[in-house]
């Protein structure tokens, strides 16, 4: 599936109609090329936040000069407490006061509070305007530009009102990566070490070789991180678009990790950091369950902490972390369902006795 597009790594999601690249590279937000071959519209908007919006939206309306009569420039508040109605709001009163028509280009310039919102908007505005996913976090760039999932959060629950929406592209530039903070490096090695996880142990071995050079930025070993990691997304969504199945899977550690951020409420703990918290107790149930041995579980616990990542979960008591995570989008009539390794780099969805779940819990927070 890998291809190249400008002399840029892409990888393409099979889709059908809805089919679309990511395009991987350094340089990518300054080169025209980028955004080459998009629709035509008389109105284009740039969505972003205040961290991003003053290091990166000027170079992407460069990039896109000359291509939009009007290209406006909207800046949500930054951090996961704003992926709210306020900010989606924010987007639909900026584009009915410009008087943005139903073929508008939305652009989604940040991190991953930033792509779900915006995407969610460009799914709504006049029943969907194209958009582009320009992601600038680690986080984004492997997981949450990628697959059309978009929404925000409600206070009972994480992206609990939302719509599936893909992207016409997504131009994801490495460079934006040396500004960012390393906590946030930190978070999106979450999601890359979990595609080792569920899909590739072979990848899994590589980032034990190669995790500290993640977190120095080595840009050879970002861009072989970034790509593979959109490559196992692209597969498996391209397998089960909706998630009637297999995608489920991507959810590793995030039953419990969902349950960290919104128990502490959201923006306390990272997304990454809840999620690197949650594989460590996903893999330990697995081993309750009798799918893994304990080595593994180490194994695994010894990665994320080296990703510096948390590996103990906050006290919120088994009780209240049962309650949250039978909210979540998985559970179905009240039962929790768990990814779950069933052998490394294979994973699958599993209901599992409260007591199980509540040891877990009792293990791994403190
Ligand atoms: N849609 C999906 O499939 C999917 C998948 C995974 C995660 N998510 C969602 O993504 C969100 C987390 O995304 P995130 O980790 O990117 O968080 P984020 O969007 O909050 O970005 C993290 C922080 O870094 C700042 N930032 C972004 N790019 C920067 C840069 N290049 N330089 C300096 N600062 C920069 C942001 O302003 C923010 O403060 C969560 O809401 C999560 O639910 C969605
Ligand atoms: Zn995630």
Redesign the pocket.
């Known amino acids: 599936m890998d291809e190249t597009v400008g002399g840029h790594a892409a990888v393409a999601i099979d889709l059908g109609e809805r089919s679309y690249d990511i395009l991987i590279g350094r340089g990518l937000l300054d080169e025209g090329q980028s955004f080459d071959g998009l629709p035509a519209a008389a109105c284009a908007v740039i969505v972003s936040?205040?961290?991003?919006a003053p290091?990166?939206a000027q170079r992407v309306a460069s990039a896109l000069a000359g291509r939009y009569p009007r290209l406006l420039q909207i800046e949500l508040p930054?951090?996961?407490a704003h992926?709210d109605w306020a900010a989606l709001n924010k987007i639909f009163d900026a584009l009915l006061a410009a008087g943005c028509d139903r073929k508008s280009v939305l652009f989604a310039l940040?991190?991953?509070?930033?792509?779900?919102i915006a995407?969610f908007a460009a799914a709504c505005y006049m029943r969907g305007v194209p958009f582009v996913q320009v992601?600038?976090?680690?986080?984004?760039q492997v997981?949450?530009?990628?697959?059309?999932?978009?929404?925000i959060?409600h206070p009972l629950g994480?992206?609990m009102i939302?719509a599936f929406y893909q992207p016409l592209r997504v131009v994801a530039d490495l460079a934006?990566?040396?500004?960012?903070?390393p906590r946030?490096v930190s978070?999106?090695l979450a999601?890359v070490i979990k595609y080792g996880a569920i899909a590739d142990d072979a990848f899994l071995g590589w980032l034990e070789a190669h995790v500290a050079a993640l977190l120095a930025r080595d840009a050879a070993a970002l861009a072989f991180a970034v790509r593979r990691s959109c490559e196992i997304?692209a597969s498996v969504v391209g397998q089960d678009e909706r998630e009637g199945g297999l995608r489920a899977i991507?959810n590793f550690g995030?039953t419990f990790g969902?349950a960290i951020?919104s128990g502490l409420g959201?923006?306390e703990w990272?997304?990454?950091e809840a999620?690197g918290c949650g594989m460590v107790m996903a893999a330990d149930l697995s081993a309750r369950l009798g799918l893994i041995d304990a080595a593994y579980v180490q194994r695994l616990t010894r990665l994320v902490a080296r990703a510096g990542l948390p590996v103990v979960g906050p006290v919120l008591g088994p009780e209240r972390y049962l309650e949250l995570m039978r909210v979540d989008k998985k559970a179905e009539g009240g039962t929790i369902r768990f990814v779950v390794i069933e052998a490394p780099g294979r994973a699958a969805v599993r209901e599992a006795p409260d007591e199980l779940v509540a040891a877990v819990i009792d293990a791994h927070c403190a």
Do not use: I, R
């Open positions: 936040d205040s961290n991003v290091l990166y930054a951090g996961e992926k940040g991190g991953g509070v930033v792509g779900d995407g992601p600038t976090t680690l986080l984004a997981d949450s530009s990628v697959g059309g999932k978009t929404a959060n994480k992206n939302g934006t990566l040396d500004t960012l903070p946030e978070a999106g999601e997304k991507l995030h969902h951020e959201y923006g990272l997304h990454g999620v």
